[in-house]
């Protein structure tokens, strides 16, 4: 009737009916298969949350969160229970009366070569000490398996996992974006160096002599503790080790 007085063909308007009932179909499969496919993700976040922890975590941690110093010191000291290969030693202090640490794995065995890594000389960049801390987990358990001969159980490890812990832990507690370690500048209200900058090796390259920069080199090459107690490390391993092989990175 409404297609009659509207003066449209009874023909056209069946099919136009047609055309409609069939989209309306194409989109109720759509709807319905969207809502499939929510149960399913749904389902999946819920298995998720009530699972247990699988053994790899309950082992090595599961790595899902940044560590302030403290629990980081503590994750170590555990590693050191367990791996007899793994040596945990101080090698200086902090402004603030922090220890840095070192990692040492393999280090009974002077005639290997070494590799020496040091991560976090940056306060804010938490991935950095984070990644070494995944890095040493694995490896260790590679080598407990037998499965780092020729290659990671051939060479003596030194691994500083802060650098810097004065100032990687004040970017924790205070200021997140806080990049130098925690110095106190005489006669600027600014405070902190670039320990990055602070070494002998292209010292005043690429670095700024004003306290208040990010990138503040200090007022001599190894006038901070940290870059010291890098320095005086690598001198006595060079000093003690047979091989002649040493390489260094910092993450």
């Not at 922090?98 to 938490?126: Q, Y």
């Not at 801390?133 to 030194?158: D, E, P, T, V, Y």
Request: one cysteine or more; proline letters at 2%; aromatic letters at 8%.
């Amino acid at each position: 009737m409404a297609a009659k007085k509207m003066k449209i063909s009874a023909k056209y308007a069946s099919k136009h009916f047609g055309e409609e009932v069939d989209k309306q179909v194409r989109m109720m499969k759509k709807v319905e298969k969207v809502r499939r496919h929510r149960g399913r993700v749904r389902g999946y976040k819920k298995g998720r949350r009530n699972r247990k922890p699988s053994r790899k975590k309950e082992k090595g941690g599961d790595h899902s969160k940044f560590l302030n110093i403290k629990q980081m010191y503590e994750w170590y000291k555990a590693l050191e229970t367990k791996y007899d290969i793994l040596k945990l030693d101080t090698i200086g202090e902090t402004l603030e009366g922090i220890d840095i640490k070192i990692v040492k794995i393999n280090s009974e065995n002077a005639e290997l070569p070494v590799i020496f890594i040091d991560a976090g000389i940056h306060a804010r960049e938490w991935i950095s000490p984070a990644a070494v801390m995944f890095f040493i987990a694995k490896m260790l358990r590679m080598i407990q398996k037998g499965k780092g001969a020729g290659n990671l159980s051939s060479f003596q490890w030194h691994i500083v996992p802060v650098a810097n812990p004065d100032g990687y832990q004040y970017s924790i507690d205070k200021d997140r974006m806080w990049r130098k370690n925690r110095q106190v500048n005489s006669g600027s209200e600014c405070g902190g160096v670039d320990i990055n900058r602070n070494f002998q090796k292209a010292y005043g390259i690429a670095s700024s002599n004003n306290p208040c920069h990010e990138d503040f080199r200090g007022t001599d090459a190894f006038s901070e503790k940290e870059s010291a107690a890098i320095r005086d490390y690598l001198e006595k391993i060079k000093d003690t080790r047979k091989s002649k092989t040493m390489a260094a990175v910092s993450v």
